[in-house]
């Protein structure tokens, strides 16, 4: 698997990053091969964060994530899934590496500006929540 679903948070829409992280993914060697804006149900968020339900931030995870639009996208590239992780920084922005995207936008670790898939499993599950065959480019 080669490809990975990334999210522009409801904070990353709202601080107007969503060029700076585009920029990023492409100047990366990584490509952008759908996206789209929308904005996420109350229940499209708890099946999208549907491993977590367990955790103690469920529920104010979700409210949050329905809480404003978001832009999802499917990027593609050699180890897309560990070097889009990267580029995003570690969860929590205090602990994330210089030159991430969450250790220079992130102000909070539940509003951490952008999300990406954590395997190929999830990444596969994550991408068929929000886009279907036709909507993905081949390039
Ligand atoms: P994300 O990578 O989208 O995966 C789960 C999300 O839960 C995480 O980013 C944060 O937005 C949010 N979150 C809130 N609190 C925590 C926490 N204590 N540990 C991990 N994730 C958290």
Same mark, same amino acid.
């Given at each position: 698997? /080669?490809?990975?679903?990334?999210?522009?948070?409801?904070?990353?829409?709202? /601080?107007?990053?969503?060029?700076?992280?585009?920029?990023?993914?492409?100047?990366?060697?990584?490509?952008?091969?759908?996206?789209?804006?929308?904005?996420?149900?109350?229940?499209?968020?708890?099946?999208?964060y549907a491993v977590h339900k367990e955790r103690?931030f469920f529920?104010?995870l979700?409210?949050?994530?329905?809480?404003?639009?978001?832009?999802?996208?499917?990027?593609?590239? /050699?180890?897309?899934?560990?070097?889009?992780?990267?580029?995003?920084?570690?969860?929590?922005?205090?602990?994330?590496?210089?030159?991430?995207?969450?250790?220079?936008?992130?102000?909070?670790?539940?509003?951490?500006?952008?999300?990406?898939?954590?395997?190929?499993?999830?990444?596969?599950?994550?991408?068929?929540?929000?886009?279907?065959?036709?909507?993905?480019?081949?390039?």
């Amino acid at each position: 698997m /080669k490809r990975t679903l990334s999210i522009i948070k409801p904070d990353g829409v709202a /601080k107007d990053v969503i060029g700076e992280v585009i920029k990023r993914i492409e100047s990366n060697q990584l490509k952008i091969i759908a996206m789209k804006m929308l904005q996420m149900t109350k229940t499209q968020a708890e099946g999208f964060y549907a491993v977590h339900k367990e955790r103690p931030f469920f529920d104010s995870l979700t409210d949050f994530m329905a809480s404003g639009p978001i832009v999802v996208m499917v990027i593609e590239g /050699k180890n897309v899934i560990d070097k889009y992780r990267e580029l995003m920084g570690a969860t929590n922005f205090e602990e994330a590496a210089e030159g991430t995207i969450r250790k220079d936008f992130a102000t909070d670790i539940e509003k951490n500006v952008v999300h990406g898939s954590d395997s190929p499993e999830t990444a596969a599950f994550e991408i068929a929540y929000f886009f279907n065959t036709f909507e993905i480019a081949s390039r």
